[in-house]
């Protein structure tokens, strides 16, 4: 809850920038705090900040502290609502049973910040202090960092923070009847069944109070540093910094940096053919599942960045812990679900096949991450296999000339209502879509970051598993 606060306040008002938002209440960001900097396995990916119980002068060498000087203004009144409305309905036929699901999930979560102000450290002060100090390389925090690979040190530069006692609130709203006969069974789980005309609702309002001067965001400075320790600020937004390595550097991150151009996300998408194309090949079952299951951890930012997060750790032979990350029972259940699928090996004398579909949901959940609040709202109501293979198309389009007949096979999907929520996908992710006549037109809108590719690949895995 406080995690997608602060990541909406930075979305709104510092886009593209350097602002970072603060993921937990526990975190204490201080000017000076170092923060070590990972970057991820893809390049599209924003890096992942890792907060330290130290400040720069905890790992400096000497006797003689670093004070910096504070500029202290005032920033913004911020007080944001986001909220979406779901309704749909489902039927079903199986075997023993016919179904229909009626759903309607609102939410809504509201932020009240109140009058913010934003400390920052006088740079060229800092920078003077900085001259001839060095690094105890021999600090434990120093040697860890250093042996890790695509780590990097950064020190606070600057912090937004509550200047009163504020609120976020979240409200959430379900329903839903099912008509018919539907049973459940999972394993190690007890059958559930939801019998004729059954009806389910649920409403939830949280609450979380904000303490006076809590950080809700702040920008970072890289340290270049030297073998010796002596090191070096970065600052150049285009200047990276990092440990100083003996022989050849690290190898650089999967992609090819700025992928911005039709061309690029075209590249983009054929390098990571291999990857959908697995997924389509998989059990039509195996798929269904996934689909489902995705569908509702993608109903929450935090359920998304916590099944990313278990991901990485799976992807580096590590064993999943979901750790103190808040999120409701059913959203750790749905999480549960998609790392019972992949356990279920696809075929259990192939290894290398069941570690290439986790590469494959890795890729998917990476993408997801990196979307807006707006962008994976609208998304999750374009999931059914119809949509996903229309919005397919569209992505073809983008990554192709362009331009696309109304009339193409596939984009019978397209009705008024799922257009305007194709035209807010994209808007959402700086891709602009038009109808003119018969033809839809897509058109990348140059904005920093990589949005556009992002919800390429989002929408090319998921449609992947509605094959």
């Known amino acids: 809850m406080f995690a997608t606060a602060t990541r909406n306040f930075v979305e709104e008002v510092d886009h593209g920038g350097l602002l970072i938002p603060v993921s937990s209440l526990n975190d204490s960001i201080d000017l000076l705090t170092v923060v070590v900097t990972q970057k991820r ?7 992942k900040h890792l907060r330290t ?11 003689t502290p670093i004070k910096p000087v504070v500029i202290e203004t005032d920033f913004i009144k911020y007080d944001g609502t986001y909220g979406d409305n779901i309704q749909g309905t489902m039927d079903a036929s199986f075997v023993l049973s016919n179904v229909t699901v009626e759903g309607k999930d609102s939410s809504k979560l509201q932020s009240s910040f109140g009058s913010l102000k934003k400390e920052e450290v006088d740079v060229q002060k800092l920078l003077r202090d ?37 609120s976020v609130i979240e ?15 999972r394993p190690k789980n007890p059958k559930v069944a939801l019998k004729e005309n059954g009806s389910l609702s649920k409403d939830t309002d949280v609450t979380m109070e904000i303490p006076i001067h809590t950080t809700l965001a702040y920008a970072l400075i890289e340290l ?14 285009d200047t990276a910094g990092g440990f100083e390595v003996d022989g050849p550097g690290m190898k650089p991150l999967l992609g090819v940096s700025g992928a911005s151009e039709n061309s690029c996300i075209r590249q983009e998408l054929e390098q990571l053919s291999d990857h959908f194309q697995l997924l389509s090949a998989l059990p039509a079952s195996t798929r269904s599942s996934l689909l489902q299951q995705i569908t509702k951890v993608m109903e929450d930012q935090t359920a998304v960045s916590a099944l990313q997060n ?22 750790k259940q749905n999480i549960q679900a998609i790392l019972g699928l992949l ?7 192939q290894t290398k096949h069941s570690t290439s579909v986790l590469s494959a949901l890795h890729l998917i959940t990476s993408a997801l991450d990196e979307m807006t609040y707006d962008c994976l709202a609208v998304l999750v109501m374009c999931c059914s296999p119809k949509v996903l293979k229309a919005l397919e198309l569209l992505v073809q389009c983008l990554a192709g ?44 809108n140059h904005q920093p970051g990589h949005l556009p590719l992002v919800v390429c690949i989002a929408v090319r895995g998921l449609a992947s598993l509605a094959h």
């Open 53 to 63: 119980d130290f400040s720069l002068n905890d790992i400096l060498t000497g006797d």
């Open 224 to 237: 270049e540093v030297k073998h010796d320790g002596h090191y070096e600020l970065c600052l150049m937004s």
């Open 171 to 185: 409200e959430v709203q379900q329903g839903g009847q099912c008509g018919g006969r539907l049973s459940i069974c």
């Open 310 to 331: 278990l991901l990485d750790q799976m992807c580096l032979d590590k064993s999943p812990t979901l750790g103190d990350v808040m999120m409701t029972e059913s959203q």
């Open 401 to 444: 000339s362009g331009e696309l007949p109304v009339s193409s096979a596939g984009l019978a999907a397209l009705t008024e209502d799922v257009y305007v929520k194709a035209e807010h996908l994209f808007a959402s992710s700086n891709v602009s879509l038009k109808r003119d006549r018969d033809t839809v037109k897509t058109k990348i």
């Open 343 to 349: 356990e279920q090996k696809v075929d259990s004398a």
């Open 41 to 47: 396995f893809w390049f599209w990916q924003k890096p």
């Open 130 to 166: 900085s001259k001839g100090r060095v690094l105890d390389m021999s600090h434990s925090l120093v040697q860890q960092t250093k042996e890790k690979h695509r780590r990097i040190f950064g020190i606070v530069k600057e912090r937004v923070m509550t200047t009163q006692p504020c």
